[in-house]
């Protein structure tokens, strides 16, 4: 069974407009991290947060942990079409579980 | 660096064949992860090493599916016999685990992919 939900499952924004997804996990973590996905290559690491941060930010991403909700959340600030991809949560501490990720299309 | 090489880029065979993926981490990483992606199943962990030593693989499917590291820099994951249901993207990754720090040690480092396709 997969950790980490993604929600929603697909997204459609316009270039310049804010993107936000929610990962929502079941058992308490270490830490979480978040990986974009282009069509057709491999997962890239974007951010991880640890269980006792309560907000990071790196360029235009910033997320979120509720530890007490369990939940997790992206936002993409200033959308571009090279934004366009899949976004998945990962938690664990060593190997991941991911769920099913959100399909990011940003229209230009 | 190079970053993860993943041999071959693509692969078609056909059902009851041997397929072997090949995996090279990028250099210095103490964690080797083999996942496979589905678009019925996802993405899932399939095995791990650390240090070269097989940890959790509790995720091979079944028998047919086998996994080795006999060095730190050199990965493969085999299938035999192969079956259509085994037709998937599989992703090497690798991380720095100690060698990394508090803050990246456990970022993951992912390969290109094999998309393997069993006819």
């Known amino acids: 069974s997969q950790q980490g939900e993604e929600d929603p499952q697909a997204l459609s924004i316009q270039e310049g407009e804010n993107a936000t997804m929610n990962c929502s996990y079941k058992?308490?973590?270490?830490?979480l991290q978040w990986y974009r996905q282009n069509s057709g290559r491999g997962l890239v690491h974007l951010i991880l947060?640890?269980?006792?941060?309560r907000e990071k930010h790196s360029g235009r991403l910033r997320v979120t942990l509720d530890t007490s909700k369990k939940s997790s959340s992206l936002l993409i600030t200033a959308s571009r079409a090279a934004d366009t991809a899949s976004y998945f949560c990962?938690?664990?501490?060593?190997?991941?579980?991911f769920g099913s990720g959100t399909r990011l299309q940003v229209q230009p | 660096d190079a970053g993860v090489i993943q041999s071959p880029r693509h692969e078609v065979t056909e059902m009851g064949q041997e397929v072997t993926l090949r995996c090279k981490p990028i250099?210095?990483?103490?964690?080797l992860f083999w996942y496979r992606q589905t678009m019925m199943r996802g993405l899932e962990l399939l095995i791990y090493?650390?240090?070269?030593?097989?940890?959790?693989d509790s995720g091979m499917p079944e028998d047919r599916f086998s996994a080795k590291m006999p060095n730190a820099s050199f990965s493969t994951l085999k299938i035999q016999p192969s079956e259509p249901r085994d037709s998937a993207v599989y992703f090497c990754?690798?991380?720095?685990?100690?060698?990394?720090?508090?803050?990246?040690?456990?970022?993951?480092?992912f390969g290109p992919g094999t998309r393997l396709l069993v006819l």
């Open positions: 990754a690798s991380s720095p685990g100690s060698q990394g720090g508090y803050f990246s040690g456990e970022t993951q480092y």
């Open positions: 058992t308490s973590i270490n830490n």
């Open positions: 947060i640890r269980s006792n941060e």
């Open positions: 990962g938690t664990g501490r060593r190997a991941l579980t």
């Open positions: 250099s210095g990483h103490d964690y």
């Open positions: 090493f650390n240090n070269n030593v097989p940890i959790d």
